[in-house]
């Protein structure tokens, strides 16, 4: 069975950092399946649609974060220990949402993209 959980995520001050890790299981991160070339973070504020954050091609490497993110947050992964992580720096109370990875058919920063879900992990940013 296909899992995805994230944690890591808290109670920060604006300014301060956290990093989220999201642990994959029943498939693995080195690109060796076909068909789902991406792996990605998400957000869903109160209210607000969810939004991706970053992504990253399981098979280069490439990238992706959005305008909001861009010079504060990273996404990284670990195939060995099949992780996928997102370093969060100076962080900003508009970041406080419900911080979702997940397992994407095409590399994007589109939700409808992706069909595997984690559980969701708070990030509260106070001001």
């Known amino acids: 069975e296909v899992q995805l959980q994230a944690s890591g995520g808290g109670l920060v001050q604006a300014g301060g950092s956290l990093r989220l890790s999201c642990a994959a299981s029943?498939?693995?991160?080195?690109?060796?399946?076909?068909?789902?070339?991406?792996i990605g973070w998400f957000r869903q504020a109160p209210g607000k649609e969810r939004e991706g954050v970053s992504c990253i091609h399981v098979h280069d490497g490439v990238t992706y974060h959005s305008d909001s993110v861009k010079g504060r947050f990273t996404i990284s992964r670990d195939n060995r220990l099949n992780t996928l992580y997102l370093q969060m720096n100076s962080l900003k109370p508009e970041d406080t949402a419900v911080y979702y990875c997940?397992?994407?058919?095409?590399?994007?920063?589109?939700?409808?993209?992706?069909?595997?879900w984690g559980q969701g992990t708070q990030v509260t940013v106070s001001s």
């Open positions: 997940a397992k994407g058919s095409q590399y994007s920063s589109q939700q409808y993209d992706y069909n595997v």
């Open positions: 029943g498939f693995t991160f080195n690109g060796g399946e076909i068909g789902w070339p991406a």
